[in-house]
């Protein structure tokens, strides 16, 4: 794939990544083999609140060429295909879901070194049409996407936004909710590895008339260990605590309450994902 500004998912993906990535409010435990024919298995757990699940995955990549595949407790099958450069600079990805077949959707992305194009539809009846198209460069990005219900012959949603990227921060804008909503958050990293953080987040919503500001950062203890904090003006704090135990098993405990009603039970959260 060629380098260029990606898609437009990417308009803020690491300021948005800082402050809800890793937080979690479940305990989940997964683990990961690996095979000599070179096919990922994944098994894992999740209990959340009484209530425990799980699902069993299996990843297998041949050339650019990757079947994804999970089965879980609830007798759902899920399969991925991602095929890499079928045209020059394309990706395109197939899902299916077993016994939900409306669930399906086929996805085609386009990359160019100035402008980044996706496509998506529903493998239905009737089905959602999902474009998005981002232009610029790695450093400047300028874009928009939109959801088109074709049973109703209009624009589920729309939005566009625009970012700035500098090798140390990260600036963007997006206007979404059909331009109900703006939100500006803007990241800056303190390390050369980017292991530490600090970002800033500003949400406004001109239907309600109310604004969101969130704060947060990481800070790299050290070579295992990443510490990450979050607040927001509603009184909101986020922590989260991450250690690689071994090379790339990772141990995530975090933990979130709300200041102004202490007396409210604080939601937490553990994951253990190891691997080979």
């Known amino acids: 794939m060629s380098k260029g500004p ?22 989940k ?27 069993v995955g299996a990843q ?18 899920s399969t991925t295909l991602t095929l890499n450069d079928i045209a020059p600079s394309t990706k395109t990805i197939a899902s299916l879901k077993f016994p939900d077949y409306s669930s ?44 088109y219900e074709t049973a109703e012959g209009k624009l589920a949603k729309y939005t566009a936004g625009i970012s700035v990227t500098k090798p140390d921060s990260c600036a963007a804008i997006i206007l ?6 703006i939100k500006a958050s803007y990241i800056h990293h303190l390390d050369e590895l980017k292991k530490s953080a600090a970002v800033g987040e500003i949400t406004r919503r001109f239907s309600t008339n109310e604004n969101t500001f969130t704060v947060g950062g990481s800070y790299a203890v050290d070579n295992l260990t990443i510490v990450k904090l979050k607040l927001n003006n509603h009184g909101n704090l986020g922590a989260l605590l991450q250690h690689e135990l071994i090379p790339k098993s990772l141990l995530t405990i975090s933990s979130e309450f709300d200041t102004k009603a202490l007396e409210k039970t604080p939601k937490f959260g553990v994951a253990l994902a190891l691997k080979p």
């Not at 894992?44 to 209530?51: I, P, Q």
């Open 6 to 27: 990606g898609l437009f998912s990417d308009i803020g993906k690491k300021a948005r990544d800082l402050l809800t990535k890793d937080y979690i409010s479940d305990q």
């Open 29 to 55: 435990l997964s683990i990961s083999t690996y095979s000599d024919t070179g096919v990922a298995l994944t098994s894992t757990a999740v209990k959340k609140g009484g209530l425990s699940t799980g699902d």
């Open 60 to 77: 297998y990549k041949y050339k650019n060429t990757l079947i994804d595949v999970k089965v879980d407790t609830a007798s759902n099958i």
């Open 104 to 147: 399906g959707k086929l996805e085609v992305q386009y990359y160019h070194h100035h402008a980044a194009f996706s496509t998506a539809v529903g493998l239905k009846q009737s089905p959602i049409v999902d474009l998005s198209v981002t232009l610029g460069t790695p450093t400047f990005a300028i874009g928009a996407e939109a959801s």
């Open 176 to 181: 979404g909710d059909k331009g109900d909503t």
